[in-house]
């Protein structure tokens, strides 16, 4: 099934240039085209006053330029020229902007960024925050519609509000929510869209007043927010904001975008598979359309009740509707031709005329052309001259700066890479002093047990030595002594505090040791860590209180335990645990 031309809700247009189309429409473009085809509004302009001139001009400025941007040109070139416009940055600011606007409507957009970036500048000079803002609001429209930058397009148009925040300018705040919404919908980032929009809904209810202006802006964004739900498939929400935005054209009679609305709903309705709601709608906009002379939404309705009656099998009135469309189709080209024409001519006569008041002036002026050019030439020469010699001078002077900084930057980077350096150097030899100091408590305390165990062992051999000799009472008492010295020889106190210092050398020894095999037993544990101190099988004895043998045999059991092989050197594997 075919699908008819499909409406277009996406704007891209400041509130302003809706509301202008809109006001435009109701008061008769065509009456209007009569008139710049006879350019009666340039002959009007003898015997004003230059105040009157520029209300004049300003006003038909305003209202044809967003339909006829080349005339709208022309007349910004009289504006321009009225003395007062001159001397005024304000009008001047106008001038720019205006013809920013033309170019932007003729869809030469370099040229019309270079007028309103123009425009901003002057603006900021002139501190002019509202001209400020419609500048920034501009500029963003331009970088969508060039080549749909509608990231950048929203960085200006969110300039542009806040501007209008601080100024409370309600009505221009409302339409910014809009126009913002309108390019997340565009971005496809509905929630942000729905966001705005109800946003701009709110400040227009809120502050705005009850103006044609106003009104229209409403409505527009009621439109608006329900497209956003129709992409969203909410379609009790697209219904609800388009029958709001209804009521409020209905009751202010405003048939231009009524009509626009009416389209809309029969395309939502075709969307939905309603054709008899599709034809009521179609038929609704093209009544108006009709009425008020809208040939463009004529040319839209007849397209798509031609697909609904071609649905119903209706051929008869499908082809009607398409004959009718042909026609109107026809009879709006005829008629841009001869309005384009019009415009040619005009603008010849007034290329012409131009022409020949130059002319006459160069005419009288031309005798003392040469000498003028002679006297420029040798004041741009000498002012060149001077200008090189300072940028020399100044380039000299700033590469001498440049020179010094960079000595200054090096020479700071030196000291401080020194300074680093001797810091390290000093930070190590700290470590170096604490390892070493850890060291000797560790040798310091394991020297005492083995003097100690020693002295002990001996001890107990005396005691076994007079016992052979001592009575039954002596026998008592020194096996009291020798269990007492056996008790002390076990004792796991004097290992605790070595085992505190050993790990403060020797950092998580005994855990890397149980991770190799963790059924190492405590004894083994030792042992290795006595042969990590390098103490040889006599010095391990002692201070295990064990038998020489009897280490020779706890090392073979750990050389098996972490399954070392013949050839492999026990002491180099825990070194380097």
Known sequence: MAIFVQHITNKKTTSMKLILAFLLTTIGIASYGQDIKQDTVIEKLNGMTDKEKINYLSSNINSIIFIYPKKAMDYLDYYEKIPIVQQDSMKICYVLHGRGLCYEMMGDYSQALDYIFKSLRLAETIKDSIRIAYSLAEIGF???????????????????????????????????????????????????????????????????????????????????????????????????????????????????????????????????????????????????????????????????????????????????????RSILIDSLNQAETRTKLAELQAQYDYELNKHKIEKLELDGKVKDLHFIILVYTVISIIVIAIIILISLLLKRKKDKLLAKEKD?????????????????????????????????????????????????????????????????????????????????????????????????VNDNFFEKMKAINPELSINDLRLGALIKLNMNIKESASVLNVAPNSVKSARYRLRKKLNLDIDDSLYNFIQAV
């Open 142 to 324: 331009i970088y969508e519609n060039q080549s749909g930058q509608y990231e950048i397009s929203l960085e200006y148009q969110k300039k542009a509000l806040e501007i209008y925040k601080k100024l409370k300018n309600y009505h221009e705040i409302s339409g910014a929510y809009n126009n913002i919404g309108n390019s997340y919908r565009i971005l496809n980032q509905l929630d942000s869209a729905v966001y705005y929009h109800k946003k701009s809904i709110k400040t227009s209810l809120e502050h705005i007043d009850k103006s044609q202006n106003a009104i229209s802006t409403l409505a527009i964004t009621y439109t608006s927010i329900g497209d956003d739900y129709q992409k969203l498939g909410y379609d009790d929400s697209v219904l609800f904001y388009k029958d709001q935005a209804r009521v409020i054209l209905e009751e202010n009679n405003m048939q231009s975008i009524l009509s626009d609305l009416y389209y809309g709903y029969a395309y939502y309705y075709r969307q939905k598979g309603d054709p008899e709601m599709t034809q009521l709608y179609l038929l609704k906009s093209l009544d108006i359309a009709l009425n008020i002379g809208l040939k463009k939404n004529q040319i839209a309705c007849y397209n798509g009740l031609s697909l609904v009656y071609e649905d119903q099998n209706n051929y008869k009135k499908a082809y009607e509707s398409m004959v009718k």
């Open 408 to 504: 200054k930057k090096h020479e700071s980077e030196r000291l401080l890479a020194k300074a680093e350096k001797e810091k390290a150097e000093i930070l190590n030899q700290e470590l170096k002093l604490q390892l070493e100091f850890k060291n000797k408590e560790l040798t310091t305390h394991a020297l005492n047990m083995m003097q100690k165990n020693k002295l002990l062992q001996e001890l107990t051999q005396r005691i076994d030595a007079f016992r052979k000799t001592a009575s039954d009472e002596q026998k008592n008492e020194l096996r009291k002594v020798k269990r007492e010295i056996n008790r002390f020889l076990r004792s796991d106190k004097d290992w605790d505090l070595f085992k505190l210092y050993f790990e403060k």
